[in-house]
């Protein structure tokens, strides 16, 4: 069994029933774990060298050559590809049919049981290329990364020293860096519509938007103004926490293009408990802002149609928000362009989302199922839960 300390990258699947469930990280007090509903279990585990800071299956459009296995030789053959990011871009085949004689320590075997040896068909998370900056001695920790869905071989990645890469998985070679940020950038997210744009957001409080046609200028879509905050209570106004006080730019953490209409960014800040909703068509102005959490958000995510939005934080809490009614999400014109960098003339305020769930400690993270667009998965602590919409 893996040590605690250790950073390892698992793949996990749905049984139908708990009796062959096993998680050594989880807490065998945890109700949830032992009740009779339908439990993940790992199917494949591998160590990594440092914590992840995010992780990614390839998009559906990958090419076969570029998802052909890697391990050529033995009986191999490529599930899925998947990417994960830390010191660098590293690159996985989620291979299956690995004879168990042959089996490494990502070995899971169909018993689904870590080290336990059954017969039967297995997976593996086989190692396949890694991507760095080859002409520097060392290599500034990435925050996040991006797969374009249009064109799989290009991944963007985001760092701490202000810098996004666009990568080219198909050479494993970097085709552009460019300082996206003042300073660090902590998320960056292509486009929805386009192979050459993608958004990114950082320390300094700005959205940013670049065209790889055009990398000689960015577009600043908006900028936070006067964090950082304390979470409001029961709707009240957030309350500035910093010596830095009202006029300080607060940090953003994440944005998601909506997948339907990417007119629409969502963003959320690393200290704010609200969540901006920008028409690229209107820079300047949040068209929505949504408030509800009561402390801060950790991530955001778009479901399939383009209508809700999900939200995580600090205060245990999933929120499902239903934009659809938004006059101009929903294809009515844009927004009318500011005057002013107030957000009092143009800004809707959401503040009812139309279902909640609170989790037993914080939420890290969430995303959309894309085979069942009535589900979601969040990540709290050392577990992973999968919730009904």
């Not at 993940?40 to 992840?52: E, F, G, I, Q």
Request: include cysteine; charged fraction near 15%.
């Amino acid at each position: 069994m893996e040590s605690y300390s250790s950073n390892h990258v698992t793949i996990v699947g749905l049984s139908g029933s708990s009796s062959n469930c096993y998680d050594p990280y989880d807490d065998p007090m945890n109700s949830f774990t032992n009740s009779t509903h339908p439990q993940l279990h790992p199917l494949a585990t591998a160590p990594h060298p440092y914590p992840p800071t995010a992780l990614a299956f390839s998009p559906i459009r990958l090419s076969e050559s570029l998802q052909a296995s890697s391990s050529s030789g033995q009986m191999v053959r490529t599930r899925e590809m998947l990417a994960t990011s830390s010191e660098c871009i590293r690159l996985w085949d989620f291979a299956q049919g690995v004879a168990e004689d042959d089996r490494t320590s990502g070995f899971v075997s169909e018993s689904r049981r870590l080290g336990l040896s059954q017969k039967g068909t297995s997976y593996q998370l086989v190692p396949r290329s890694q991507m760095a900056n080859s002409k520097a001695d060392y290599s500034a920790p990435l925050t996040s990364f991006s797969w374009s869905q249009l064109d799989p071989s290009l991944i963007v990645t985001s760092s701490i020293d202000t810098t996004c890469t666009v990568w080219d998985i198909s050479s494993n070679s970097a085709i552009t860096q460019l300082i996206a940020h003042d300073r660090e950038v902590y998320d960056v997210c292509w486009s929805s519509a386009s192979r050459e744009i993608f958004a990114s957001v950082g320390a300094d409080g700005s959205v940013r938007m670049f065209d790889l046609r055009s990398l000689d200028h960015s577009t600043i879509l908006y900028e936070a103004q006067g964090g950082p905050f304390q979470a409001g209570r029961n709707g009240a106004a957030p309350t500035p926490i910093s010596p830095a006080g009202p006029g300080a730019a607060a940090p953003l953490l994440r944005l998601k293009f909506n997948p339907v209409d990417p007119n629409y960014i969502a963003v959320c800040s690393a200290v704010g408990a609200d969540v901006q909703l920008l028409d690229v068509r209107a820079p300047g102005v949040p068209i929505v802002e949504l408030r509800a959490h009561q402390a801060t958000v950790n991530g955001v995510a778009w479901s399939g149609d383009g209508n809700v939005l999900g939200t995580c934080g600090d205060d245990c809490q999933v929120l499902i928000w239903d934009l659809s009614g938004v006059p101009s999400l929903g294809g009515g014109p844009p927004p009318p362009q500011p005057n002013t960098r107030t957000t009092t003339a143009h800004t809707k305020t959401l503040r009812d989302p139309i279902l909640a769930y609170t989790a037993p400690q914080e939420v890290n993270a969430l995303t959309w199922s894309e085979a069942n667009r009535d589900w979601v998965a969040i990540g709290l602590g050392r577990r992973v839960r999968c919730l009904k919409v």
